[in-house]
């Protein structure tokens, strides 16, 4: 018998989870295009599970084709759709994306969202959006404590130092380099408004992903020689590199 050309393996990865509260094709396009605009290296490409349990159905004309094709327009690849009803389950499956059961509670939560604007948004992500650039750079930012999981820490204009663990599904964001002296569980997002030189420096490398300048490695890219050890993130080129301190 011939050794196969493949194995199947189960695996966890992150990616972007698309949560539709309600949905009109005009502001969809706008609001989720003002959202990437904030981060726009960090969505191209991004694998997207797009959310329907929390959709106001009453107040929404969703068209699943058309949906697909905003989200592809604006960069992202949707690869599923989230808690379909079952009156609709044939119209998401005929978009060609996978239908998947909905969340069952381990999901991340989140920190609470931003106060809500007058005119309520049709779709929100389930990252927070960035604060406004600031027109002068701001000092380096300081975390002493652990950033524990559903927590979300972004750096302004600099570098972030944080001198505790950042958990599993704690997010840490930079416009610089970030530096963690705990472990690194979360996720760590360096250069996060384009700046290719960032790097992420940690003394415990076990993200769930790293990303600089909008490129970004999942858990399963980290080799047995980083893996929990003091490492650092660089991009080269188009390629984020994992290299041992």
Do not use: W
């Not at 609001?31 to 490409?45: H, S, T, V």
């Not at 699943?64 to 989230?82: K, T």
């Not at 996060?192 to 490695?217: K, W």
């Amino acid at each position: 018998m011939s050794t196969p050309d493949f194995q199947l393996k189960g695996s966890t990865v992150t990616v972007v989870v698309l949560e539709l509260h309600r949905y009109t094709a005009d502001a969809f396009s706008s609001q989720l295009d003002a959202r990437i605009r904030k981060a726009p290296q960090l969505f191209e490409g991004s694998p997207v599970v797009i959310s329907l349990e929390h959709l106001d159905a009453a107040n929404s004309a969703l068209n699943f084709d058309a949906l697909v094709s905003q989200c592809r327009e604006l960069g992202l690849r949707p690869i599923a759709f989230r808690g379909v009803p079952a009156a609709v389950i044939e119209s998401a499956a005929a978009t060609g994306l996978a239908v998947l059961p909905a969340s069952n509670g381990r999901e991340r939560g989140m920190p609470p969202a931003e106060p809500a604007p007058a005119a309520e948004p049709a779709a929100d992500l389930e990252l927070r959006p960035l604060p406004q650039r600031a027109s002068q750079a701001r000092a380096t930012r300081t975390v002493t404590r652990p950033v524990r999981s559903g927590q979300q820490v972004y750096a302004e204009g600099g570098d972030l130092i944080v001198l505790a663990q950042v958990s599993e599904g704690a997010e840490v964001l930079a416009d610089g380099n970030i530096h963690i002296y705990g472990a690194l569980r979360g996720r760590a997002l360096a250069g996060v408004h384009g700046d290719v030189s960032a790097r992420i420096f940690c003394q415990h490398m076990d993200a769930e992903l790293i990303s600089v300048a909008g490129h970004f490695l999942l858990s399963d890219a980290l080799t047995d020689a980083v893996y929990r050890k003091p490492a650092q993130v660089t991009l080269q080129g188009d390629v984020l590199n994992i290299s041992a301190l």
